[in-house]
């Protein structure tokens, strides 16, 4: 008889593998576009980066600390996610691992074959950083406004439905991002709220 816990990880992998093959291949010209674009933060950072620099200056106190501790929250789950747990999981990426995944890469669209993954350079997955990085921003931000939170967790969503769609990560590389987010984002609103009472606190004893 079979180890039960191994038979349970397995289903989970084959329910992981039969839904990725589910999200990738329903595809359209639109949706090409609009995922590859969705994916690509390096098109978002310097609206987001002027923004809160914006904010900086012309924000009260209270919401200087929240911006710097958003990005401090971002960054550090960035490092969590690179380089501690896709080190400790060491699950490889779907096309590493899998043939006839629609795969963005390099500025194109490929199909994986086995000639491909022979070759291609190996690459972790679990979790995606992109999920857990814009999870992480989700819920640091519907913690501190929850009016932002539908918004927030909507684009989460999506980037996080692009990474699978694009071929790169498993949909449990994704949920494990939005559960990393869901703890680390609560976190550091936790950290950076007592730091604010702290702040106010100390105001009032020296005024």
């Not at 779907?94 to 022979?118: C, M, N, Q």
Request: hydrophobic share 50%; glycine share 8%.
């Amino acid at each position: 008889m079979g180890n039960p816990v191994e038979g349970i990880l397995q289903l989970f992998h084959r329910m992981d593998v039969s839904l990725f093959y589910l999200i990738n291949h329903a595809r359209s010209p639109v949706l090409d576009a609009v995922m590859v674009r969705v994916s690509d933060f390096g098109l978002f950072a310097p609206f987001i980066g002027a923004f809160i620099v914006y904010r900086l200056f012309k924000g009260t106190n209270r919401e200087r600390i929240m911006w710097i501790m958003g990005v401090v929250a971002v960054v550090s789950s960035d490092a969590l996610c690179a380089r501690i747990l896709k080190p400790i999981v060491g699950r490889m990426r779907p096309y590493i691992s899998l043939d006839h995944v629609f795969l963005y890469k390099s500025g194109k669209w490929l199909i994986t074959t086995p000639e491909f993954r022979a070759v291609v350079k190996k690459s972790l997955s679990w979790p995606s950083c992109h999920a857990t990085n814009i999870w992480t921003a989700a819920f640091f931000i519907s913690g501190w406004n929850r009016s932002y939170g539908v918004p927030m967790f909507f684009i989460a969503a999506i980037v996080s439905y692009s990474r699978v769609y694009l071929g790169v990560h498993y949909p449990l590389d994704c949920l494990g991002g939005a559960l990393i987010g869901l703890f680390w984002g609560t976190l550091l609103v936790m950290i950076a709220k007592k730091m604010i009472n702290l702040s106010i606190l100390n105001m009032r004893r020296f005024s």
